[in-house]
């Protein structure tokens, strides 16, 4: 089956009692058991849920793997992740990180002795010479939050293989439409499924997503142990978001090309961040591992922080708020918001400046977008 068709029916399988075309919400937290320990596939929903299988099913076949296990939340995803580590394991990560990974890992994992390096991927060397360092896991984010860079996947989880260091992709801001990275060599993907899978602004979860066995076993024991599960209802209305997956990135990306062009040519604007433009530093990498250029438009103004300010809160149609990939347009500003946890003068070196502004292009009227970011600017 192709994308579109595996949307809808991967893990979608008609409810067997009743012939229900839609599976329903199994809002239960326990099962009867038939004995002691004896039970049919469930006994506790913070161990497992249908509902949870039902999505993991559609998310491992849209990445093109064997397995997932979804969680709580995005960074509930992580925790997952990072608890199969040990106090001096060391993992590297593109700089360029979203602010919640970096909270996580600094203020959080760093007492357990889990230690951050953050590098320039598009540096190889500067990355093998990381790996070569008794890494044990490498964290992907391409493309990154909130600069958009696009790092060569292919290229760091070879690295990666030649050190057995463990290679994750976080592929949230791409989705599976648009890439896929365990086909690029990449051991795990991970996504924040609030964001474009779920799509509606109204569910938070994660996904840890593998072709190993064991990861899956150790993924699975990590959400039971450390109480990570989403809810089933959270879960159920990812999957039924995921069915209009491929036609909502299409118009997300349709939008975000109108946008990213707008925004080009505009006296006001520094620079445009978007994969889908040849001027952008990775475009030729991009053309090669992904399908599509997604819907993120990053934009530094020639505005002070004051006027940045002003102007993302004047907008009528373009939300100003936290998170991504809703069917809505959101305006964000990532070093007040998103990246407020990352210090300013280590925002600054990797470039969010005050003036940098994120947009997520929604699936509205493409002109009544281009409408309103004209006529605000001109305000």
Do not use: C
């Not at 937290?29 to 469930?42: H, I, L």
């Not at 760091?156 to 365990?182: C, E, H, M, R, W």
């Not at 036609?247 to 997300?252: A, C, L």
Request: glycine fraction near 6%; proline fraction near 4%.
């Amino acid at each position: 089956m192709k994308f579109s068709t595996k949307a809808i029916r991967s893990g979608q399988e008609p409810e067997a009692e009743f012939g229900s075309v839609i599976p329903p919400i199994y809002q239960t937290s326990t099962y009867v058991q038939k004995s002691p320990g004896e039970y049919n596939g469930y006994d506790y929903t913070r161990a497992g849920n249908p509902n949870f299988t039902n999505l993991e099913k559609t998310l491992a076949s849209l990445e093109e793997a064997s397995f997932a296990t979804v969680f709580s939340s995005g960074l509930g995803a992580l925790t997952g992740l990072v608890s199969i580590l040990v106090a001096g394991d060391k993992v590297v990560a593109v700089d360029d990180i979203y602010g919640g990974t970096y909270r996580l890992f600094t203020k959080i994992f760093n007492k357990f002795g889990i230690n951050l390096e953050l590098i320039d991927m598009q540096d190889l060397d500067k990355v093998e010479q990381s790996l070569s360092q008794k890494t044990k896991m490498v964290i992907i984010e391409s493309p990154t939050n909130p600069l958009l860079k696009v790092i060569d996947i292919k290229k760091v989880t070879g690295l990666a293989k030649k050190y057995k260091v463990l290679s994750v992709v976080d592929n949230t801001f791409a989705s599976p439409y648009f890439q896929n990275p365990i086909a690029l060599g990449a051991d795990i993907v991970w996504h924040s499924t609030t964001k474009y899978i779920s799509g509606h602004s109204d569910a938070i979860g994660g996904v840890i997503i593998t072709n190993d066995k064991k990861i899956k076993e150790q993924m699975d024991f990590a959400r039971m142990a450390l109480g990570l599960n989403p809810s089933p209802f959270d879960t159920w209305l990812t999957s039924k978001s995921l069915k209009t997956l491929a036609v909502r990135m299409d118009q997300h990306q349709k939008n975000a090309f109108a946008v990213a062009n707008f925004f080009a040519s505009h006296p006001k604007v520094k620079k445009v961040y978007y994969p889908g433009l040849s001027s952008h530093k990775n475009y030729e990498v991009a053309k090669t591992q992904m399908k599509g250029y997604s819907g993120i438009v990053t934009v530094d103004f020639n505005l002070s922080l004051n006027e940045v300010k002003k102007l993302i809160s004047s907008f009528k149609i373009f939300l100003l708020a936290e998170s991504l990939g809703g069917v809505e347009s959101l305006v964000n500003h990532p070093g007040i918001m998103t990246h407020a946890s990352i210090p300013k003068e280590e925002r600054e070196k990797k470039g969010i400046s005050d003036s940098l502004v994120r947009f997520s292009i929604g699936i509205e009227d493409t002109d009544d977008l281009l409408e309103d970011l004209k006529a605000t600017l001109e305000r």
